[in-house]
C-alpha cells in the first residue's frame, strides 16, 4: 500500500524532466532541484519500505550448492561504475574455493545489506574490500565453512554501538529504518552461516559471513 502512491510520484516527477528537456528548455534551478529531491525521496521510501516488508516476512532458506565467487561479482559488478570517483572498490575471491550450500537469493540480499551500511559510513572517499576465503582464518575450511569479509574504512563505531549493531531499528546514520543488519543476520542464520562484526572508531568496519561448504550428502 506504502508503494503504490509512490510509482504516480515518480512518474510525474520524471515527465516534468522530459518535457522540458524535448522542448529544449532545462528545468529553472529551483524546479530541477525540486524534482531531483522528489524523485530521490521517492527512491528513499522505496528502500524504506522494502526493508520493513523484507523484516516483516518469515522467509524460508531453499539452500543449494552454489558457485560463491559468481554471486559475489553479480552483487559487487552493479556498484562498480556508480563509486568509481569515490570509493575504491576490490573483490578478492580465493581460486579454487570449494562450492557452498546456500539460498543465493538470502545471502545476496545479506550481502547487499551490508555493502549498503559499508557505504553510509564513507560519506566521502574511502576503499571498501570484498574478501572470499576458505576457513575462518584464512587456511583451509575450518569447520566446512567458507569466510566472506566486507571491510570499509568509514568512521566506523565504538563498543557501545557495536554491542547493539544487530538489533532491529538501531542505526549511527541519521536515514533508513536501522533493519540493514538485522535482516542480513536473519538471511544468514537462516542459510546455516553466522555473521559477526568488529569495528572501530575513526578506523572502519569488518563484517564476517561463515557460510557452510556443500558436504555434497544433503538431500
Given at each position: 500500500?506504502i508503494k503504490n502512491p509512490l510509482t504516480p510520484i515518480q512518474l510525474s516527477a520524471e515527465h516534468a524532466q522530459r518535457v522540458n528537456i524535448d522542448r529544449g528548455r532545462p528545468l ?24 520493513f516488508s523484507n523484516f516483516a516476512s518469515s522467509p524460508t532458506a531453499r539452500p543449494e550448492p552454489t558457485l560463491l565467487g559468481a554471486l559475489l561479482e553479480e552483487v559487487v559488478e ?142
Amino acid at each position: 500500500d506504502i508503494k503504490n502512491p509512490l510509482t504516480p510520484i515518480q512518474l510525474s516527477a520524471e515527465h516534468a524532466q522530459r518535457v522540458n528537456i524535448d522542448r529544449g528548455r532545462p528545468l529553472s534551478p529551483v524546479l530541477d532541484e525540486c524534482v531531483a529531491a522528489i524523485l530521490s525521496q521517492v527512491k528513499l521510501l522505496r528502500q524504506i519500505s522494502s526493508e520493513f516488508s523484507n523484516f516483516a516476512s518469515s522467509p524460508t532458506a531453499r539452500p543449494e550448492p552454489t558457485l560463491l565467487g559468481a554471486l559475489l561479482e553479480e552483487v559487487v559488478e552493479p556498484y562498480r561504475t556508480g563509486l568509481a570517483t569515490r570509493v575504491a572498490l576490490t573483490l578478492d575471491v580465493q581460486p579454487g574455493l570449494p562450492t557452498v550450500f546456500i539460498d543465493k537469493t538470502l545471502f545476496g540480499r545479506a550481502l547487499t545489506n551490508v555493502i549498503e551500511n559499508a557505504l553510509h559510513a564513507m560519506p566521502g572517499a574511502g576503499a571498501l574490500a570484498v574478501r572470499a576465503f576458505d576457513g575462518r582464518a584464512g587456511g583451509s575450511a575450518e569447520g566446512g565453512r567458507v569466510t566472506v569479509e566486507v571491510a570499509d574504512t568509514g568512521i566506523g563505531m565504538d563498543a557501545d554501538a557495536l554491542a547493539r549493531i544487530f538489533e532491529p531499528y538501531f542505526s549511527t546514520k541519521a536515514t533508513g529504518t536501522g533493519l540493514g543488519l538485522t535482516i542480513a543476520r536473519r538471511n544468514v542464520e537462516l542459510i546455516g552461516g553466522i555473521i559477526s562484526v568488529r569495528s572501530e572508531r575513526g578506523t572502519g568496519t569488518t563484517v564476517t559471513m561463515e557460510l557452510p561448504v556443500d558436504t555434497g550428502t544433503r538431500a
